[in-house]
């Protein structure tokens, strides 16, 4: 099978900040390649299995978004969710869709949701004087496998506050912005080949070499040989940089 | 306390002139620290009292088409131009329409309100009528979630506007429509009856997708694009409220005008009338203005020779001629929806042109420039023909075309303005014509350098 598929969980509720543009990059850098993909929307109610996709992606969501989809998050999706982990395929969660795959999220007026489990994580509310981490963001990578790639950059707003437990590492050092919590200097987490991050802009576009991972790394579990051939990435390469040089020269 | 405020707010407006800066906000900013509540003072003299228009998308036209329905009908009114919306923006505006002793010249204000400074407005300046046209994700990073802004708009209507006052809202924006629920007064609803504009299925700036009350998705008998349409909720029955004024008809003619039915509910009948603006949106937001005129009690007449003669607000829709006898139509842009709708247009109007895309991410456009992705660009593929990606977020911009499906080899990156105008305008053929899609402080610069060569009037000097 030479195609590639990608699940994208609650497109209509979990879909903020332009979060559609990682579906519209991992699809046309498919398709670029004469892959042949098939993006499979997967709403409230639609069960998960490990061969659903060979990538899963979920984006962001505004508070009341975030609480109308925890429960079926959890319950419905939950199990094929943590067996898709297992077997390896290839997790995206943005933002809401992050928080939600740690333990619990606990939003600011105190109402606690339980998540998946499937990232050793918890979200809690800013303290007392903490305000919004809302910005651009540098972030070098640090995960096994990103050894030679370029910083990240991508655009966070999010309130609550995300501490990674053992089980997990982060995705990368912040070197502009606030990341996970503002506090030490990590941004985002990877566990396998789940990912999450707070980053939108959308984040794949101008950071395509993580957009390929996903794609190797979600087809390789089924066709272990699978590599991508490279594309003519000048303007994605172009307006990360651009992206990185707005970050550290401006501060609003 | 008054009368100084106003002196120094005069002698403020008055600096900015000589110093060639539009000066529509500060005058205001600096009378409000001598007198605090200046703007409410001022307002409590206009025997006709305060209008108020808020929403995301059409502010600036609708509050267009009023002033001229009003000054048609011989009202002599005062209102804040484009941009300055915010608190200091209406005090500088009354700043100006008083005279040194604080009497003012006018009989009625009109105000266009951002959005999440309205719940405040409301409360301080108790509307006789206030109209709301639309809600959009526009710069949440700013406001925080939308839901929160319609949610302090509900508040803030329900415990402060005036039960003597008249709520005009949109029907077909579900998230507006249910802005009156615990308003005391009476509320009027707008909308589009004209199912042959529709669009099939959904864009992707749909902000309230989802039933407000139970989340459960709406359905769509028509959707004119985004979340607007003939929306029902399956779940709990919520429904598009009737419009008691609705454009039941509207055609795109070949000037780019569009020719409208509005049918009005007891009273003026069928209303014919042609706009200098094209759009659906316009369509609506004329319908908006109607609504809001009828409300107030002015007659037919003047509603009609109003909107007819309405002109395209600043930057939107405005064709700017060449001295070689090209033109550039300045479409801006500053939203998913806004977007949306002006590649609608593009697409509606046929034959690729050359094209600017304009992209800033400073305070005024929202820093974040991730809603790029949420617009559907991809209409723009194949209708567009050079395209030049321009601002300080131009790679961004080229590179979001890219993926939208424009040809690569089409897109030039051209980060200066000024420049990417031109290169534009040399690809256009003689006395052809260009699209220019800028964000807001995009469009201000690119009007500065067309204003030096005196191509365009300044913006404050465009109060008609």
């Known amino acids: 099978m030479a195609g590639v598929t990608i699940g994208w969980l609650y497109p209509g509720l979990m879909n903020i900040y332009g979060d559609r543009g990682n579906i519209i990059c991992l699809q046309r850098r498919c398709e670029w390649r004469g892959l042949e993909v098939e993006v499979l929307s997967i709403g409230m109610g639609d069960r998960v299995t490990p061969d659903t996709a060979d ?133 985002g987490c990877v566990s396998g080949n789940v990912f999450g991050t707070y980053l939108h802009g959308s984040v794949l576009p101008k950071n395509a070499w993580l957009a390929d991972l996903l794609i190797e790394r979600g087809v390789r579990r089924r066709d272990p040989g699978f590599t991508l051939e490279p594309l003519d990435d000048a303007l994605e390469v172009s307006a990360r940089t651009a992206a990185e040089h707005r970050a550290l020269s401006v501060r609003w | 306390m008054t009368i100084l405020a106003i002196l120094v707010g005069k ?50 036209t609708t509050s267009k088409m009023l002033a001229g329905i009003m000054r048609a009908a011989g009202w002599r009114i005062v209102r804040n131009v484009s941009g300055s919306n915010l608190r200091q923006g209406l005090t500088s505006t009354l700043v100006a329409a008083a005279s040194p002793l604080g009497r003012i010249r006018a009989e009625c204000a009109l105000f266009e309100v951002d959005e999440g400074a309205a719940p405040r407005e409301i409360e301080a300046l108790a509307p006789r009528v206030l109209l709301v046209t639309n809600l959009f994700r526009d710069q949440l990073d700013r406001y925080g979630e939308l839901a929160t802004t319609a949610r302090r708009l509900r508040q803030s209507i329900a415990a402060h506007l005036p039960a003597l006052a008249t709520l005009v809202l949109n029907a077909d924006d579900p998230m507006v429509a249910g802005l009156g629920d615990g308003f005391a007064g009476e509320t009027r609803f707008f909308g589009l009856d004209c199912p042959g504009r529709a669009v099939a299925g959904a864009d992707h700036a749909s902000d309230s997708d989802e039933c407000e009350s139970c989340g459960h998705e709406l359905a769509y008998a028509v959707r004119y694009g985004a979340h607007i349409g003939a929306w029902e909720c399956p779940g709990c029955g919520r429904r598009r409220p009737e419009p008691s004024l609705a454009a039941t008809e509207a055609e795109l003619t070949p000037q780019m005008r569009e020719s409208v039915t509005l049918s009005v509910k007891d009273g003026a009948g069928e209303v014919d009338l042609l706009l200098r603006l094209p759009g659906l949106y316009n369509v609506a937001n004329a319908a908006g203005a109607a609504a809001t005129a009828f409300a107030l009690g002015i007659e037919r007449e003047a509603v009609v020779g109003g909107l007819e003669g309405t ?98 080899d089409a897109i030039s990156v051209v980060p200066d303005l000024r420049d990417a105008l031109g290169q534009a305008l040399a690809e256009a053929p003689e006395c052809g014509w260009v699209y220019v899609l800028p964000t807001y402080t995009a469009l201000l610069d690119l009007r500065a350098h067309l204003e030096a060569e005196g191509l365009v009037a300044p913006f404050w000097e465009e109060l008609e």
């Open chain 1, 55 to 187: 990538i899963l992606f979920v984006g962001g969501g505004q508070d009341r978004e975030q609480r109308l989809v925890a429960p079926d998050f959890r319950q419905v999706k939950g199990p094929g969710t943590r067996g898709a982990a297992e077997a390896g395929v290839a997790i995206l969660a943005v933002c809401g869709g992050y928080q939600l795959l740690g333990h619990e999220y606990r939003d600011a007026d105190g109402t606690v949701l339980e998540g998946l489990g499937v990232l050793d994580l918890r979200t809690e509310p800013a303290r007392p004087g903490e305000k919004r981490i809302i910005g651009n963001v540098v972030a070098e990578p640090t995960f096994p496998g990103s050894e030679g790639r370029p910083r990240l950059v991508g655009f966070e707003n999010h309130g609550g506050r995300t501490i990674l437990g053992d089980g997990c590492r982060p995705l990368a050092r912040v070197v502009r912005g606030g990341g996970n919590n503002g506090r030490d200097g990590f941004e």
């Open chain 2, 11 to 60: 002698l403020v407006a008055w600096l900015c002139r000589i110093r060639g800066r539009g000066g529509t906000s500060l005058p205001g900013a600096v009378a409000s620290r001598v007198c605090r509540d200046l703007h409410v003072r001022l307002a409590a003299q206009l025997p006709r009292g305060v209008v108020l228009i808020t929403g995301t998308n059409g502010k600036t």
């Open chain 2, 311 to 408: 002109n395209p607000a600043f930057g939107r829709l405005e064709r700017v001629a060449m001295r070689d006898g090209k033109a550039a139509l300045l479409m801006l842009v500053k939203n998913p929806a806004g977007l949306n709708e002006m590649s609608r247009l593009i697409a509606e109007a046929g034959g690729p042109r050359p094209t600017v895309c304009a992209l800033n991410d400073n305070t005024a456009d929202g820093h974040d420039v991730s809603w790029i992705w949420d617009a559907d660009f991809e209409r723009l593929a194949g209708m567009v023909g050079p395209v030049f990606a321009s601002g300080v977020r131009a790679h961004d911009i080229a590179l979001r075309l890219k993926y939208a499906g424009v040809d690569e």
